[in-house]
């Protein structure tokens, strides 16, 4: 099993290989156009904000790289916090639609993704890519995601997530969890990743300890 995570956690999980990335250095317009690690530019995180296609793309292309060099026998995943949740829910939707926001193929079989304080870029578009596959429908209908939003969210709000997971649902990703964590804000704790581990050994049939 290989994951790649923003987070550096999770380590006692056996059976595991973590690649942890970090996100290149570019302007992002949400922050006046300061430099910073960002997996793509955010003008605003909202549903009705433009998506930078270009950037989620290289950055899921990234990913996709990283994950390409594992053996062909073994499962594959993805997850991440904040805009590495968003760039692990924009890669799955890439795996459920086989493609790129470029039309460029995504070869990359996906058994699961996490996604901690994020949102689902390209939200408007998702249900017309899914009603035009029937293979589409069947690959979202067998990906497990789990997504985890605290309430007291001021960076990425809790309504962004609990949309996300709706919209989600909606479009046929019907092994999909949501969990929400009352008064938390932008960061993680025990309780939050006690719940990825056990959710990862549910899911995926690792051991823990």
Known sequence: MVITFSLSH?????????????APTRPVSLFGGFPCTSWFDAQEISDDAPDDIEGLDASAAHVANLLS???ADIKLGIGG???????????ATCQISGQYG?????????????????????SRTLRNQMERSNDS???AALLPVLLCHGSGDDVVAYKHGENSAR???FAGFQNLTFRSYDGLGHYTIPEEMNEVC??????LGLQGS
Do not use: D
Not at 81 to 91: E, K
Not at 102 to 121: A, D, E, M, Q, T
Not at 198 to 203: C, I, S, V, Y
């Open 198 to 203: 056990r959710w990862l050994a549910a899911r």
């Open 69 to 71: 060099t594992e053996p």
């Open 167 to 169: 919209i989600l649902s």
């Open 10 to 22: 999770f380590k006692h999980i056996i059976q595991i290989k973590w690649i942890c990335p970090t």
């Open 81 to 91: 916090f904040s805009m590495g949740a968003a760039t692990a829910l924009y890669s």
């Open 102 to 122: 470029n039309r460029n193929p995504y070869f990359i079989n996906l058994s699961c993704v996490v996604g901690l304080s994020g949102w689902l870029p390209c």
């Open 137 to 139: 429908v069947r690959r």
